[in-house]
């Protein structure tokens, strides 16, 4: 009896503590609630760096797909892991971000530093203009000169003084100042030129004729050898060519012959047409642009000049251009107010790009004679004018006139117009050019041609 009792004693004992076995197990299936605590203990690290940029937070945002992958709730340091494992996932996002922002990251896991860090490509750089090796063309210049080199002409007439002589007239020097003179070559420089030939004679180095000739021209290549030499000089980007002159001389069929050149080398020019004043010069402008390939920039009838310019190299700024080709309104030289104008703009241009103008081109008509060198004087007072183009030289018998705007303004010619054509504006080469315009007394050419 008392042994059943025992038996009946375990039995219950046993039962209790398979109860209380049983009943103890639940504290450890309800503890998975404590892994849903435990990732929002992880999130705070994370949110904690305020000023941390957008890549950080979007590692955040990757992060709650890796709670479920969690194996064990008491495994704390695991919980960390998957942020620095997400990251290769952001650099599609990291590359719109400074290149700082990824700093932390590659701290934290170094493999990121393996992944490539795309940057923007750096603009190249342009090709400065090579110094022009250009052909010499000295007959393609005579040409041009036709007139200059008639009978009638500045050439013609000075030949004549020479023809048949051997030994030198007294009476040669008045000769040929009289030609100077009357071929638009000026007092001044024809005084410069024959009181060296006065001297020369009193010092029995010129002999003969040949000699007294090749003196003459000698110092009219001496005088034309003023400033850096014919063509623009583009030594930045954009270039800004301010151009100005008075009526009729061609300022809008200078820009369109310069841009033609321009463009066959490559350059890259935006057109500013400032002539707002005349609507034929815009749409002239225009005609130019369409047949070049190049923008230009217009505004309204009579708008504000500057503000158009101003546009323009804005333009050549934003679109990387090369040149820009800024036309001015025609004025008179002798109205103060005008010429005043052109100063303002000249202002306008430089609050647009620091060194503007560069070039300020002033356009003469060479069939204007000493109206020309009056014009030359009044421009250079208002603006400071780098160079000179002297247009239509293939109409006129005279051409002294270059020879007095060096010699009395100290202004280099750039380019001289002896076509319609836009190869005939020719960037000026002095000694070229005496060679073109004085050829040998006799009726030798040089050799060069």
Not at 68 to 96: I, M, Q
Not at 150 to 170: M, N, V, W
Not at 208 to 216: G, N, P
Request: glycine letters at 8%.
């Amino acid at each position: 009896m008392e042994i059943a009792l025992i038996i009946v004693g375990l039995v219950v004992v046993a039962a209790i503590v398979y109860f209380i076995t049983k009943k103890a197990a639940p504290p450890e299936i309800e503890a998975p609630p404590g892994p849903k605590k435990l990732p929002e203990k992880a999130k705070q690290p994370t949110a904690k760096p305020a000023d941390k940029p957008r890549p950080q937070k979007a590692a955040a945002e990757e992060a709650p797909p890796a709670k479920a992958k969690e194996p064990s709730p008491r495994e704390e340091p695991p919980v960390a892991a998957p942020v620095p494992v997400e990251v290769p996932l952001v650099p599609p996002a990291a590359e719109k971000a400074a290149p700082d922002a990824a700093a932390p990251v590659v701290d934290e896991a170094p493999p990121v530093v393996e992944a490539p860090v795309v940057k923007p490509a750096a603009r190249p750089a342009r090709e400065t203009t090579p110094p022009g090796a250009r052909k010499r063309d000295i007959e393609g210049l005579r040409k041009g000169l036709t007139k200059v080199r008639e009978s009638e002409g500045f050439f013609g007439r000075l030949k004549a003084l020479f023809a048949g002589k051997k030994e030198i007239d007294p009476n040669v020097v008045e000769q040929i100042e009289e030609v100077l003179l009357t071929s638009d070559v000026g007092v001044k420089t024809s005084e410069l030129l024959l009181d060296e030939i006065r001297s020369a004679l009193s010092r029995n180095e010129l002999a003969d004729t040949d000699k007294v000739w090749d003196a003459l021209r000698e110092h009219a290549k001496r005088i034309l050898r003023v400033g850096a030499g014919g063509g623009l000089s583009l030594k930045t980007q954009p270039t800004v060519v301010m151009v100005v002159g008075v009526n009729g001389v061609g300022k809008t069929t200078t820009i369109g012959k310069l841009a033609t050149q321009l463009k066959a080398e490559g350059k890259t020019v935006v057109l500013a047409a400032g002539d707002t004043f005349r609507a034929a010069a815009v749409q002239q402008l225009n005609v130019w642009g369409k047949r070049v390939g190049c923008e230009v920039v217009r505004g309204k009838d009579g708008a504000n000049p500057g503000a158009v310019i101003f546009d323009a190299i804005q333009k050549a700024k934003d679109t990387g251009a090369d040149v820009v080709l800024a036309d001015t309104a025609g004025r008179l030289h002798t109205k103060t107010n005008l010429m005043e104008e052109l100063a303002r703009v000249a202002r306008t241009m430089n609050k647009a790009l620091e060194g503007a103008p560069h070039e300020t081109l002033l356009v003469l008509d060479a069939t204007n004679g000493q109206n020309a060198m009056q014009q030359a004087a009044l421009f250079k007072e208002a603006l400071p004018i780098t160079g000179i183009v002297l247009t239509k030289l293939d109409g006129t018998a005279k051409g002294g006139v270059i020879l007095g705007i060096c010699a009395e303004h100290g202004l280099p010619v750039r380019y001289v117009g002896i076509g319609e054509r836009a190869e005939d504006l020719r960037e000026f080469e002095p000694d070229e050019f005496v060679e073109a315009m004085l050829g040998r007394a006799n009726g030798s050419e040089d050799a060069a041609a």
